[in-house]
T-cell receptor, first 111, second 111 residues
Framework: NAGVTQTPKFQVLKTGQSMTLQCAQD?????MYWYRQDPGMGLRLIYY???????DKGEVPNGYNVSRLNKREFSLRLESAAPSQTSVYFC??????????FGDGTRLSIL | GQQLNQSPQSMFIQEGEDVSMNCTSS?????WLWYKQDPGEGPVLLIA?????ELTSNGRLTAQFGITRKDSFLNISASIPSDVGIYFC???????????FGTGTRLKVLA
């Protein structure tokens, strides 16, 4: 069972470069989420998608865009990367009335 | 953004000891979740709580949903080396899709 799959696992970017982080789930979940995790900060919600075709901003959406491509896939895009976006990014998915399941994360460094 | 107060921030304990940690919030939640995160991996769900006063166990782990719905507790009995990791609480308000995460308790077990 793959669960939630994130690609890539690691990435280094230069300031100003763009990049798309990919997330796919094979559990037929309706809702999908993107979080960032910084030391001492826990997980902060960037964007979420309650269902296919809808997306909403979370706590820290600035500098990011998302696309819910279909029920399985939810991508996160950095149009112009900044050093402050260096973080570990987690994707999660869930079905109504059930807890979230997380991927293993993408470790992103921006120089 | 809103985050839960989770304590302690870190713990060093001897193998075989019991562990207690808690989360408190200024907001009422209808769901409390406890996750564990190992290095280089995503959070993995340990216990989910859906009702005030609920006490739920998962092996050596026991979690409780506080009566006020503003707090939750996690206990680990007879700790073992593989309990090492970061433990996160998360709360969810009914009718929303946004989970609020605690800042984590980093547990280290000394053999």
């Amino acid at each position: 069972n793959a669960g939630v799959t994130q690609t890539p696992k690691f990435q280094v970017l230069k300031t100003g470069q763009s990049m798309t982080l990919q997330c796919a789930q094979d559990m037929n979940h309706n809702s999908m989420y993107w979080y960032r995790q910084d030391p001492g900060m826990g997980l902060r919600l960037i964007y979420y998608s309650a269902s296919e075709g809808t997306t909403d901003k979370g706590e820290v959406p600035n500098g990011y865009n998302v696309s819910r491509l279909n029920k399985r896939e939810f991508s996160l895009r950095l149009e112009s990367a900044a050093p402050s976006q260096t973080s570990v990014y987690f994707c999660a998915s869930k079905v109504t009335n059930q807890p979230q399941h997380f991927g293993d994360g993408t470790r992103l460094s921006i120089l | 953004g809103q985050q839960l107060n989770q304590s302690p921030q870190s713990m060093f304990i001897q193998e075989g000891e019991d562990v207690s940690m808690n989360c408190t919030s200024s907001s009422i939640f209808n769901t409390w979740l406890w996750y564990k995160q190992d290095p280089g991996e995503g959070p993995v769900l340990l216990i989910a709580l859906y009702k005030a006063g609920e006490l739920t166990s998962n092996g050596r782990l026991t979690a409780q949903f506080g009566i006020t719905r503003k707090d939750s507790f996690l206990n680990i009995s007879a700790s073992i080396p593989s309990d090492v990791g970061i433990y996160f609480c998360a709360g969810l308000t009914s009718g929303t899709y946004k989970y609020i995460f605690g800042t984590g308790t980093r547990l280290k077990v000394l053999a």
